[in-house]
């Protein structure tokens, strides 16, 4: 027993000794820091941001752009719309067709000149999702014709520039698919030729696999500025190395924006550097700011998905990116004397090259920083004594100013971004007491503040009555508020045909197939209201704009939309040019559950109404009854939704939809 008691004391004693970790720039720099970041897109993520009221927008925005804030975000990258679903939603592209180009579609526009209003120096970089169907000539491809793409991608960094003043800073490929060597070349040429080469070039947002073809292709190495390589699990490859190009893990996080979310980006944030010479890490996505029901709700660096109430939600991982992003800035340098820490964890320190330095230690368990992807394997960290000892340009440091954060999962309250009182270095050296889950910045800057507002409004479900005539319209955007498109794109139109009461329509504009990104639905379909609405009255006036062919819908209880939009189920009201009418459980029209004639006709005004109560479905037709007694099928709650039989055009005026309070 003696000797037990003894072993252990030993053990306690050993526990107790403290590791030793020396940051320096004596024998050089490492590599230049170029910035942390959030994406924009990929798709439709921001998409009720717009309709947000003020003053609350404005605080939404602040805690995300505003410098010594809150995320303070150094980079902005969004997606070059391309008419396609890219995760949660289509987003309009600047060229619907070749002789076609508006440069105020959409909200990106307006969300990078917000950016850039709050911080001039943030970096902006565009990556195209999907591309019009006309880029592809009748293919799902956009490489056949390099030239026709190239073109239709510098026409958007132009139109930034001669419409908003935005200079695009980097752009990408094709995100998450095959990336063409000869397009690469194709664009670099053409950017250099129009006076873009300050333009970079980032490839190819997959994995490393271009990396290799860098090394072995001289001109393709040329085009490229930085290898963007998506969720790489703060890895790399050795030729990725090799190649001397900037690392980036340009599509990042991707996961719920709770403790654990904010313990993944800590862990990555230190980590994607330390294992993997990664210069810049940027989070899909921004905000969470689209139906929380549609794919990867809740994902972004924090929540705002209530326009209507003008609740959001300022999550942890704003803060953990506060850290980091309060205290350096793209410019800076990596000290080579960065690492793991003995007991789990890990350490970076960065310079601005002028006397600063700020460290960020991470000590995040496995359970606790798990990111949604990739796999991570399992590892343990434990409480443990580090100091550590300055030396170079950094010996006769005598105060670092601290911040900490300390994440829990469980019911205790957690610690983020808090100002502790500064820490006095001896000698040039300092420890540090860690505990498991926490996050310290040191730092030589005396900025950094962790900004406040007053508590927004409480968060309330949609409106049980809600209605858009489309007259009333918020010139920078061209999308009603509230409508998601899934499919499909549409927008504010100015019906000049029609001089009587439906002037100013809500119009799909689509009439081709794009290139997608995922398994596009071959309907248009927009979404608006509540997830859990089950038993509702959804009326629209409607216009087919295509004779014979032409059909459009209204439906309820539409249970997906995203990249599974196309599969969506619930109770869809057609009507069609041929004068007949369809009543099914789904997007694709196959499973009928009523048919008849109907006496519609395109190019004239009818109003759809669509009644769902518990098991049963009733249509009327301009105020008529057209159909009852239809028993429905599939989902028991779901949004509502406008929408065509395929890309065409249609409009819709006079959307209502009324739900009942379900006991």
């Known amino acids: 027993m003696a000797a037990l008691a003894e072993l252990s004391l030993v053990l306690l004693l050993l526990s107790a000794v403290s590791s030793d970790y020396t940051l320096t720039d004596q024998d050089g720099l490492g590599r230049e820091f170029d910035g942390i970041g959030a994406v924009s897109g990929g798709g439709a993520t921001s998409r009720l941001l717009v309709n947000y009221p003020e003053p609350y927008r404005s605080q939404i925005l602040d805690y995300l752009f505003k ?12 997606e070059i719309g391309g008419d396609a679903q890219s995760t949660d939603g289509t987003e309009p592209s600047h060229m619907h067709y070749p002789d076609d180009q508006n440069y105020f579609r959409g909200y990106e526009w307006w969300l990078m000149k917000e950016a850039k209003k709050r911080n001039p120096n943030i970096k902006l970089i565009g990556l195209p999702w999907a591309f019009p169907g006309w880029i592809g000539r009748g293919e799902n491809w956009p490489y056949d014709f390099p030239d026709v793409t190239a073109y239709y991608v510098v026409s958007w960094i132009i139109g930034a520039k001669q419409y908003h003043d935005l200079d695009i800073d980097y752009v990408g490929i094709w995100n998450e698919r095959s990336y063409n060597a000869t397009y690469i070349k194709v664009l670099r040429h053409t950017l250099d030729k129009l006076g873009l080469d300050n333009v970079g070039i980032i490839a190819a947002d997959g994995q490393w696999e271009i990396a290799h073809d860098l090394v072995v292709d ?5 085009a490229v500025q930085v290898i963007g390589a998506h969720y790489p699990g703060t890895v790399t490859v050795a030729d990725a190395i090799s190649s001397g190009k900037k690392l980036w893990s340009s599509e990042d996080y991707s996961t719920f924006n709770d403790e654990i979310g904010g313990g993944c980006w800590a862990r990555i944030l230190n980590q994607n550097y330390v294992n993997g010479n990664m210069t810049s890490t940027i989070s899909w996505n921004l905000v969470a700011s689209y139906y929380e029901e549609l794919p990867f709700g809740l994902e972004g660096l924090m929540t705002a998905k209530e326009p209507w109430s003008g609740n959001y939600v300022v999550s942890t991982p704003v803060w953990i990116t506060a850290h980091t992003t309060q205290f350096t800035q793209p410019g800076w340098f990596y000290l080579r004397t960065v690492g793991h820490l003995e007991k789990g964890g890990s350490y970076v320190a960065l310079t601005d090259r002028r006397g600063n330095l700020t460290i960020i230690i991470e000590t995040m368990s496995h359970d606790h920083s798990v990111c949604i992807r990739p796999y991570l394997p399992k590892f343990s960290v434990c409480p443990q004594n580090a100091t550590f000892q300055l030396d170079g340009s950094f010996k006769n440091v005598k105060t670092l100013q601290a911040w900490y954060s300390k994440l829990c999962t469980n019911t205790t309250k957690p610690t983020l971004f808090k100002r502790m009182s500064p820490i006095t270095v001896t000698n040039g050296a300092f420890s540090l007491e860690l505990d498991v889950d ?3 910045t040191l730092t030589t800057l005396t900025t950094g503040q962790k900004g406040t507002y007053p508590d927004p409004p409480a968060s309330q479900p949609f409106p049980r009555k809600y209605k858009d005539d489309f007259r009333v319209r918020n010139p920078p955007f061209s999308e009603a508020p509230f409508f998601a498109d899934q ?10 045909s029609d001089p009587g ?3 100013f329509t809500f119009r799909q504009v689509l009439t081709q197939r794009p290139i997608t ?3 596009d639905a071959n309907q248009a379909i927009s979404v608006i209201g509540d997830f859990t609405w089950s038993n509702i009255t959804v009326s629209c006036d409607v216009y087919i704009e295509t004779p014979d062919t032409g059909a459009v819908f209204i439906a309820a209880r539409v249970d997906q939309g995203g990249s599974l939009a196309h599969l969506a189920k619930g109770i869809y009201f057609w009507v069609f040019a041929d004068g007949t009418y369809k009543v099914t459980g789904d997007l694709q029209g196959e499973i009928i559950l009523g048919k008849g004639l109907a006496g519609v006709r395109a190019r004239r005004w009818h109003t759809l109404t669509l009644q769902v109560e518990g098991y049963k479905a009733y249509g009327f037709l301009n105020g008529n009854p ?6 429905t099928v599939g989902p028991a709650h779901g949004w509502a939704a406008i929408g065509t039989a395929s890309f065409e055009f249609a409009q819709f005026d006079n959307f209502m939809v009324e739900a009942k309070v379900t006991e």
Request: hydrophobic residues 45%; aromatic residues 24%.
């Open 626 to 631: 057209l159909w009852k007694n239809v028993f």
């Open 67 to 78: 410098p010594d804030f809150g995320a303070s975000l150094h980079i902005f990258k969004v």
């Open 438 to 440: 926490e996050v310290y």
């Open 487 to 496: 499919s499909g794109v549409f927008e504010y139109f100015i019906n000049t």
């Open 218 to 222: 001289p001109y393709l190495n040329d």
């Open 517 to 519: 990104w995922v398994s």
């Open 501 to 503: 009461d439906h002037v």
